[in-house]
């Protein structure tokens, strides 16, 4: 006589679906339908930038996320960590200069040294100034450029002077006078070769021809090490004016 054999609780059935075959099926449809919300949050958010970057409210939104983003950078520092000190120098006036029967408005020396001599006495490591002082075809831009690089190399501390024009004409041009080369610092960021969009910070820049490179302005500030508490100073000024 056949007996009958009770199925113990708990116990699966042949055509049940084992657990972790359940779990992993389970697992793989959240994966699919978290990608497919994603690239859909993705598409929604390109088609809200593209619609609204070039509008005066795309604008005020960007400017309000950098700015809120630099907040939070500098709370989380201290006056005291500053490695470097940008100092604006857009509100210094431009003046007029006659270069070839036509004026060109740079920015006036003397102030400059003012600012130069006030730092030095902070004892930064190395005061670097983001101007182009490239002389022209003429010489000097300035009658008072001369004695400007001359009181920055006399300085205790290394003072570099910004060029771009002048550095296809070598070291002994790049100021003027071969004595003002070791002043002289490229402040000019390249774009490499097909790649639009981004650039590169390159340490020391050489043209064809030369037997010597000369430093850019940031890789001759980077290059000396940090021993106070204004380590490295630099006077920036916006496009329009040398």
Same mark, same amino acid.
């Given at each position: ?38 690239? %859909? ?19 005020? +939104? ?16 201290? #006056?005291?960590?500053?490695? !470097?000190?940008? $100092?604006?120098?857009?509100? +210094? ?10 004026? @060109? ?21 190395? $005061? ?38 002048? +550095? ?7 100021? *003027? ?11 000019? !960021?390249?774009?490499?070769? #097909?790649?639009?969009?981004? @650039?590169?910070? %390159? =340490? ?7 037997? =010597? ?26 496009? *329009?004016? =040398?």
């Amino acid at each position: 006589m056949a007996k009958r054999i009770k199925r113990s609780v708990g116990q699966a059935s042949p055509t049940s679906r084992p657990p972790q075959l359940s779990l992993q099926r389970d697992r793989q449809r959240r994966i699919k339908l978290d990608f497919a919300a994603g690239v %859909v949050l993705s598409i929604l958010l390109i088609g809200c930038n593209v619609a609204v970057e070039r509008t005066d409210f795309g604008e005020q +939104l960007e400017q309000m996320t950098y700015n809120l983003l630099q907040t939070r950078l500098l709370s989380a520092r201290s #006056g005291e960590d500053l490695k !470097v000190t940008v $100092i604006d120098i857009n509100e +210094l006036p431009l003046v007029q200069v006659n270069r070839a029967n036509r004026l @060109v408005r740079v920015t006036p020396r003397k102030p400059l040294q003012d600012i130069v001599e006030v730092l030095a006495q902070e004892d930064p490591k190395a $005061i670097g100034i983001d101007i182009d002082f490239s002389p022209d075809e003429r010489g000097f831009i300035t009658e008072d450029d001369p004695s400007f690089f001359q009181f920055c190399l006399n300085q205790h501390i290394p003072v570099f002077l910004g060029i771009y024009e002048s +550095l296809a004409q070598g070291p002994d041009k790049w100021l *003027g006078k071969p004595e003002f080369k070791h002043l002289a610092a490229y402040i000019t !960021v390249p774009r490499p070769q #097909g790649a639009e969009g981004t @650039v590169k910070m %390159v =340490e020391r820049i050489q043209p064809a021809g030369l037997s =010597e490179s000369c430093p850019s302005l940031a890789a001759a500030l980077a290059t000396l090490r940090c021993k106070s508490k204004y380590s490295r100073a630099v006077f920036h000024r916006q496009k *329009g004016g =040398e």
